[in-house]
């Protein structure tokens, strides 16, 4: 049923007059105009309004995440919101392909026009960036010198205050870091947990050590591969040698959140984990997407450029290709398939602990 007084007409509500008119070729200035110019500003006006979307989503999750209590119910909406970011997300990967119909002589056309504005000035995606928690400390360090000198002082000094902010991956942390279920009485997980690694790895151990049909050198390779993972879950379960990889840079998540989503994670079927682990998938998801954008972009770029550097003065495609290596930031959700165990292999839980993690009706139905 109509609930405006006043109609409401298609083209003011999108105010077409401002967007359709929005596309202002530099190259026209100076000469001809370049064809594929208007292509190139269409698409990445079109990726600003998806990070404008992208950000909306997210300043609702950190909203819920903000407060001393997340309720069971409010993940669902949370998981619904992440997996329309990831939605976005495949979709701007996929935008890659429009702009890639353009030839490298046809973006030489204006090129020059466009010094020396670049991808780097973009303050919804540094947003989106900080937002997620890829703050200055954890760039690669061409970022930490570059990633604010060329930006005016009003967008500097903004995006400077987000990095005093608490970021979604900081939020994350603190709502693991407080998952009632890792201590319980008379039961202790870990213990069981750390007997069962033990086992598989020892197991592991047996097998590489029994192989006939292996060169001695790789026999070597793949039992210090072994003492390696033996070594990192040994660190799992250790405070201050756990502290020493974080300090090292292994670990970023705290050891109470890593062993909070590495619960969540090994019984996810459990009715009340469920969501949790959603939540997580989503996590990794939204980086992983991140990552390939960037790998496209690279990928775009050098196919493009070359070895030209960028607009903005990077060295172009080799500085987004280390950025697709290095700017990560749910790596520990990533690495933790490292500390699973097959399911036939997971510690039974007590039947009170197994009780708290499903459902039950009160009282008569």
Request: glycine content about 4%; charged content about 25%; hydrophobic content about 40%.
């Amino acid at each position: 049923m109509q609930k405006n007084t006043t109609p409401c007409y298609y083209g003011d509500y999108l105010q077409l007059d401002k967007i359709l008119t929005a596309q202002a070729p530099e190259s026209a200035k100076y000469a001809a105009e370049a064809h594929d110019e208007t292509l190139f500003i269409i698409v990445h006006q079109v990726y600003e309004l998806w990070f404008k979307q992208i950000l909306h989503e997210l300043k609702a999750v950190m909203a819920v995440f903000a407060a001393d209590e997340v309720k069971d119910e409010q993940l669902t909406g949370i998981v619904h919101k992440l997996k329309r970011v990831i939605s976005i997300q495949q979709l701007l990967n996929q935008q890659i392909a429009i702009i890639e119909t353009m030839t490298p002589q046809d973006f030489m056309a204006f090129r020059d026009y466009l010094v020396p504005a670049s991808g780097f000035q973009s303050i919804q995606f540094k947003m989106l960036e900080i937002g997620l928690g890829l703050k200055s400390d954890f760039r690669i360090d061409f970022d930490k010198n570059s990633f604010y000198s060329r930006l005016n002082e009003t967008d500097r000094l903004f995006l400077q205050g987000l990095e005093h902010q608490p970021s979604l991956f900081e939020r994350i942390e603190k709502w693991l870091e407080r998952m009632p279920f890792l201590e319980q009485e008379n039961f202790s997980f870990w213990q069981m947990y750390q007997d069962a690694t033990q086992a598989m790895l020892a197991n592991d151990k047996a097998t590489v050590e029994s192989i006939v049909q292996i060169a001695e050198h790789e026999r070597q390779l793949q039992l210090a591969e072994i003492g390696r993972t033996a070594e990192k879950f040994a660190a799992l379960l250790d405070k201050d040698k756990y502290q020493q990889l974080q300090q090292n840079g292994v670990f970023r998540l705290s050891q109470r959140a890593m062993l909070s989503a590495l619960f969540i994670s090994l019984y996810q079927e459990e009715p009340v984990f469920n969501l949790p682990f959603q939540l997580l998938t989503c996590l990794t998801e939204i980086d992983e997407q991140l990552t390939i954008w960037r790998y496209k972009h690279a990928m775009m770029v050098q196919r493009m450029l070359g070895s030209k550097i960028g607009t903005g003065g990077s060295s172009g495609h080799d500085y987004l290709k280390r950025t697709t290596e290095k700017n990560r930031i749910f790596t520990d959700l990533f690495n933790m398939a490292t500390f699973l165990l097959p399911k036939s292999d997971l510690p039974v839980l007590p039947p009170a602990v197994k009780k708290r993690l499903g459902f039950y009706f009160a009282g008569e139905l």
